[in-house]
């Protein structure tokens, strides 16, 4: 088992490339499965998620090979409809296999996520959205299990945009009769690149990333050469590590628009921010102050960024008040930061951050993969040596992180975890 220990750091220098976004990913994988042709997907992160979608897949019939970056899918006949408890207890996304099997196949067997650390995250806006075209659904023994002789459209309502419902049901209209239509669907970029991934395929989606989607069905769908979109969440993650040093740095390859909540809350803290086509650059020699914060669905600040976030207003003047709308545990970071000395207190859904003199390292776990990018951030501006254990949370969405903050300059390191 291994660890991450970070000491206190210079101000981080120099620029970086962000990589290919792992929850664009996911679904696009999940998607391979109603093609018939070859799907080359390139840009995608060498992240051990992307490895237990890939094994999900072969599971069920794909074939998959690795060619430099790029992963090539085909799936030229299903061998299981199953996804077994093993692969979706590890990871949530393989829920999104759901959609393609039953419209490319007409059943599935899949079992319910259940909770996680960070909530209960139910599935029940999927299902409902796949009885309202015409799945026949049945829940027993921790399973799900559906059945269609052929999915039609609907009109489909939305009670809160989930991402992964708008996901899974905007796969399986692709291949309905006539159009359905997704209202107060999910907008989050990686919501248009599916979308973008799927019309390449040759579906005809549109309206992604407006909140009102339109899928009018066609009778197959071929293969494509697809480039994931950059990860707007490591993007972020580099922002904020800059700012807990005072930092200056460049991330190459990331479109601004994907983060306008983190720049504007990044900019109200005292950051200089210089928005590119496709770059960022931070400057936070300043000093910074905390600002509030709340967590919405997309266009508004992301849920994925609010530890980060937390850590960084430990670090700084004043008080501020992060307010979680999405997740309802998703505070588990912050008995970790109280650990190293920060000043948080929560009341229900929001933490109240108070400044402190300074935080002090400590041995600390990362309860999940953005508490433990939370405790990298705390541990680049806190006192002294912070060990992190649990990170295989960390590798599940970062891709070479410690190596990336080294070229930085940052005082970080892994190594093995005593016994
Ligand atoms: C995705 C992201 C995750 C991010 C989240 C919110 C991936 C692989 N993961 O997760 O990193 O934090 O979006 O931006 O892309 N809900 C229901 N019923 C449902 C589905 C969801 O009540 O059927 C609730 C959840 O419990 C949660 C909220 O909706 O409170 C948001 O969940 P959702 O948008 O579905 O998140 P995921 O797709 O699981």
């Known amino acids: 088992m291994e ?51 890939c094994s999900l897949l072969e599971s069920l019939g794909a074939k998959i090979s690795f060619e430099g970056k790029n992963i090539i899918v085909c799936v030229p006949k299903l061998k299981s409809h199953i996804a077994p408890y093993e ?32 909530g209960q995250r139910p599935v029940d806006l999927h299902l409902k959205g796949f009885a309202a075209m015409g799945a026949k659904i049945n829940l027993g023994h921790g399973y799900v299990e559906a059945k269609t002789d052929k999915l039609h459209s609907a009109k489909i309502y939305l009670d809160f945009p989930s991402v992964g419902a708008t996901e899974n049901l905007m796969m399986a209209a692709t291949l309905c009769d006539g159009q359905t239509i997704i209202e107060n669907a999910a907008t989050e970029p990686e919501i248009v690149d599916l979308a973008n991934f799927l019309n ?19 009778n197959e769908l071929s293969g494509c050469e697809y480039n994931v979109i950059s990860d707007r969440i490591e993007a972020g993650t580099f922002m904020v590590a800059a700012a807990a040093t005072h930092g200056c740095i460049k991330l190459e390859n990331i479109p601004p628009s994907h983060l306008k909540p983190v720049i504007a809350k990044l900019r109200e803290m005292g950051a200089v921010i210089e928005e590119g086509e ?11 102050k905390c600002v509030d914060i709340k967590t919405l669905p997309y266009p508004g600040f992301p849920t994925d960024m609010q530890a980060q976030m937390g850590a960084l207003m430990s670090t700084v003047q004043g008080t501020g ?21 920060a000043n948080i207190k929560i009341d229900g859904r929001c933490a109240i951050i108070d400044e402190v003199r300074h935080i002090s390292g400590a041995r600390v776990n990362a309860t999940d993969l953005r508490c433990g990018a939370a405790l990298i951030i705390a541990g680049l501006a806190a ?18 992180i410690v190596e990336k903050l080294q070229r930085l300059g940052a005082n970080i390191e892994k190594s093995e975890c005593d016994l």
């Open 278 to 288: 496709n770059h960022i650059s931070i400057d936070a020699d300043a000093k910074l």
């Open 3 to 53: 660890k991450i220990i970070v000491k206190k750091s210079a101000p981080l220098s120099g620029s970086i490339s962000i990589s290919g976004s792992k929850n664009a990913s996911l679904p696009i994988l999940a998607a391979t499965l109603l093609c018939t042709g070859k799907c080359t997907i390139k840009n995608v992160p060498p992240l051990s998620d992307v490895k237990l979608m």
């Open 321 to 341: 008040i992060i307010t979680e709308t999405i997740f309802e545990n998703r505070f588990l970071y912050v008995s970790e930061l109280q650990r190293m000395g």
């Open 87 to 118: 692969q979706v207890s590890k990871m949530r996304a393989s829920f999104l296999v759901m959609g393609p099997l039953l419209a490319r196949y007409g059943r599935t067997r899949i079992s319910l996520p259940g909770g996680c650390p960070i």
């Open 200 to 218: 390449n395929c040759g579906a005809k989606i549109s309206g992604a990333g407006l909140g009102t989607i339109c899928i009018d069905g066609v």
């Open 383 to 400: 006192k002294g040596d912070t060990e992190i254990g649990s990170i295989w949370h960390i590798e599940r969405g970062y891709c070479d």
